[in-house]
């Protein structure tokens, strides 16, 4: 059980060039979620997604978009890299959403956009 | 949601019990308490959660005030391997799809 993986670990991109970032859970949760943290900050939602086929967004949706093909799958893209991106990007997943559940975090990918 | 106020920072000698505050005024009566850490270089992890009675598990126990507007979070043996940023986060009833707030948490610093 490998709970929620998150690949590559570590990127650098130029401005301008794209990237997916691929989420990945083995728990059958129903819920996944990108978050994104910059140094000293809290985790901020980008997107999120309550089941397959369907995603919405969160607090800083603009410059990504997500898809989520299959239940265990969740990708994150940039279409252009931008500076401001630069972050590390946590993904999450959940059984369900009620109050008292918990998220299960990834390890992270740390993004560098030069 | 509601907002909880944490301090920045926190420091603890090992091996010794670390009370972490966490004051949410403005709670209301049926937000969850969460608690999570993130330790150096990885993602958060869940702590312990509750609603109004005091809870106890294997990493943490948490306290809740009678009027719930603060909590604390206890490490009963703080080991280096307790250093991390702690968050506290109000659920709402219906948990919300929309992920968790995280605010800036408490950097606890363990001394050996």
């Known amino acids: 059980n490998a709970g929620v993986t998150q690949t590559p670990k570590f990127r650098v991109l130029k401005t301008g060039q794209s990237m997916t970032l691929l989420c990945a859970q083995d728990?059958?949760?129903?819920?996944m979620y990108w978050y994104r943290q910059d140094p000293g900050m809290g985790l901020r939602l980008i997107h999120y997604s309550v089941g397959e086929g369907t995603t919405a967004k969160g607090e800083v949706p603009d410059g990504y978009n997500v898809s989520r093909l299959k239940k265990q799958n969740f990708l994150l893209g940039l279409e252009s890299a931008a500076p401001s991106q630069t972050s590390v990007y946590f993904c999450a997943s959940s059984y369900a959403v009620r109050a008292s559940d918990t998220q299960y975090f990834g390890p992270g990918t740390r993004l560098t956009v030069l | 949601d509601a907002k909880t106020t944490q301090p920045n920072s926190m420091e603890s000698n090992e091996e010794e019990p670390v009370h972490l505050p966490c004051n949410h005024s403005?709670?209301?009566?049926?937000?969850?308490i969460h608690w999570y850490r993130q330790l150096p270089s990885q993602g958060p992890e869940y702590v312990i959660h509750g609603l109004t009675s005091n809870v106890n598990n294997r990493m943490a126990s948490l306290a809740i005030a009678e009027d719930r507007k603060s909590s604390t979070l206890i490490l009963h043996r703080a080991t280096l391997r307790d250093a991390a940023v702690y968050y506290c986060?109000?659920?709402?009833?219906?948990?919300?799809?929309?992920?968790?707030?995280f605010g800036k948490g408490t950097h606890l610093i363990i001394q050996p």
């Open positions: 403005t709670i209301s009566g049926t937000d969850y």
């Open positions: 986060i109000l659920r709402l009833p219906g948990g919300g799809a929309d992920g968790l707030t």
């Open positions: 728990m059958n949760h129903e819920y």
